[in-house]
């Protein structure tokens, strides 16, 4: 079964930083494109950082210029660099990849909570 497994959540103080890892195992075609996505009580799941095959990538407005995200050389994993962290980052976050089929799946979330 195809499966996104991510680490790296927790607790921090506003300015910590965090950094997320996401790995794609039994992944049935070729990944393209693989990002993360978070939700916040409340709130409808937003995009947050994306990148693709070739490494280009795109932030939403309120992080850029202090998450940062890469992939390994492999294509299979993505790590998302959170800096400079403020309450308002505090969500889970979710994996998410998309296929050379252009189908997605989705990782199982992990909490980032940021005490102010």
């Known amino acids: 079964q195809e499966q996104l497994v991510e680490s790296g959540g927790g607790l921090v103080q506003a300015g910590g930083s965090l950094r997320l890892s996401c790995a794609a195992s039994?992944?049935?075609?070729?990944?393209?494109?693989m990002g993360w996505h978070r939700q916040a009580p409340g709130k409808q799941r937003e995009l947050v950082a994306r990148?693709?095959?070739?490494?280009?990538?795109n932030y939403a407005d309120s992080v850029k210029g202090r998450f940062t995200i890469s992939r390994d050389n492999a294509k299979t994993t993505v790590y998302l660099q959170m800096n400079s962290l403020k309450a308002e980052d505090t969500a889970v976050y979710y994996c998410?990849?998309?296929?050379?089929?252009?189908?997605?799946?989705w990782g199982q979330g992990t909490q980032v909570t940021v005490s102010s």
């Open positions: 998410v990849a998309t296929d050379i089929m252009l189908r997605t799946v």
């Open positions: 039994r992944m049935l075609f070729s990944i393209n494109d």
């Open positions: 990148i693709t095959r070739g490494g280009d990538t």
